[in-house]
C-alpha cells in the first residue's frame, strides 16, 4: 500500500502492527502485567516467520557457501572483551532530558525542541553507555562485573584462531552468527524496529588486506540481492554510504542497506570495512597473535574483516511491510500479504470443506503427507471462505481444500493466494506438487 509518489501510506504501520496483534505473530511482553516497555514476544506466526527470516539468511550465507562457517558464541561476556573492543569508551549515545515533562531523548536524533512537549529547555548532551551490566556470581562487586553483549560480532573475533585451526579455512573466509544482542537504548521505537533485546544475523569475512575494497564492493552486492530475492520491491531498497564524520572507530568504509519504512527510510543492515582494527585490539590486549600465515608465501598477516551485519527483527518487519496489500476478491476487499512461501508462517494450509465426519480424516491423512515438507496450518471453523481470507491475510501462499468430492475422485483442490486460481490435484502425487511449488 503505498500513497502518492510511492511513499508508504500514513496508516501502513498501523494496520500492520495490528495485524501482528490480532493473528499472534508479535505481542507485547508481559502484557497481562501492563507490559514491559521495549520487548515484545514472538507468537505462534511470528516464531515461524522470525525462525524462516533467519533460515534464509543462514541458507543463503553458510550453507550455499565453502568460505563461511558458523558458531554460537557466549551471550554473557568478560568485559576485556569489551574493553579491547572500544565498547566500554566508545558505545555511548548523546542523552538530553526535558526540564519541562522529564522525558529522555537521543541528542541527535532530535532537533531543539523536545518531540514530547515541544520545550526547548533541554540539559546539555551528556554520554550514555548502551551496554547491560551484569554480574557473574552471587557476589556483587567489580571483579565478578560481566556484560550482555551488544552485538554478537566480537564472539567472532575472539573465536578467530580457533576457528582457523579447527577448520583449516584461509582467506578469504568467513564466520557467521546468528543470535541475540542487547543496547539499553534510549528511546527504544517504531514497533519491533529498535529495541533494547533483539536478534543479530552477522557474518565477519576475514581478507587478505589488499582485497578488502573488493569483498567490500562484493558483499554491498550479494546483500542487496538477498532482500530483492526474498520479495523486497527494487523501489523500497537503497544502499547508503556513510559520510566520513558518520564513519565508526573501526571502519575504513561502511555502506547501509536502507529500507523505505512507513517513517521513511531508515537501515536494515550495515556493511563494513573494518579493517584489522578488530583482531589487533583483541591481539593486544589477549597477548594472542590473531594473524594468518600464508605456507604457500611464507607471508604472516592480520586479515582484514569485511562485515554484513543485520538485524533479524527488523527484516522480519520490513518483509511485513512490503507484503501488505489490500485488495478485491470476488466483490470483496481482503487483506493479503505476499509473502515469499519462504518467509510464509505456513507454507501450507489443510482445509477440509466442513466438519464432516468423513472429511475431517482424510484431511488429516493429507496433512500428515504435507507436514515432513512444510510447516502446514489445519483449521475447520467457520465457512471455507472466510478461512480462504485468513490465510491470505497470514501469509500462507496455498491452501489443500478436502472436499466431498475428495471422498470419490482422490484428488484435492489447491488454491494460490496470490491468484486465487484453483487446480485439482491426485491426493497421490499431492507431495510432489508442493516440492515443485516449494522449488
Known sequence: MTGEGGAPSDDLMEKVVNLCKRRGFIFPSAEIYGGFRSTYDYGPLGANMLRNVKGAWWRSMVQERDDVVGIDAAILSSPRIWEASGHLANFTDPLVDCRNCHERWRADKIGESCPNCGSTDLTEPRAFNLMFKTYAGPVEEEATVAYLRPETAQGMFVNFLNVLQTTRKHPPFGIAQ???SFRNEITPQNFVFRTR???????EYFVPPDQAQKWFEYWLDERMRWYRNLGIPEDKLRLRHHEPDELSHYSAGTADVEFLFPWGWDELEGIANRTDYDLNAHGARSGEKLEYFDQ?????????VIEPAAGATRT???????AYDEDEVGGERRTVLHLDHRLAPYQVAVLPLSKNDALVPLSRTVLQKLQPLCMCDFDVTQSIGRRYRRQDEIGTPWCVTVDFDSLEDEA???????????????????????RRRLG
Open 178 to 180: 546468528v543470535g541475540k
Open 296 to 304: 604457500a608465501s611464507g607471508e604472516r598477516y592480520v586479515p582484514y
Open 412 to 434: 484435492v483442490t489447491v488454491r494460490d493466494r496470490d491468484t486465487t486460481e484453483q487446480v485439482r490435484v491426485p491426493i497421490a502425487g499431492l507431495d510432489d506438487e508442493v
Open 316 to 322: 522480519m518487519m520490513a518483509f511485513l511491510l512490503a
Open 197 to 203: 533485546e533483539f536478534e543479530q544475523m552477522e557474518l
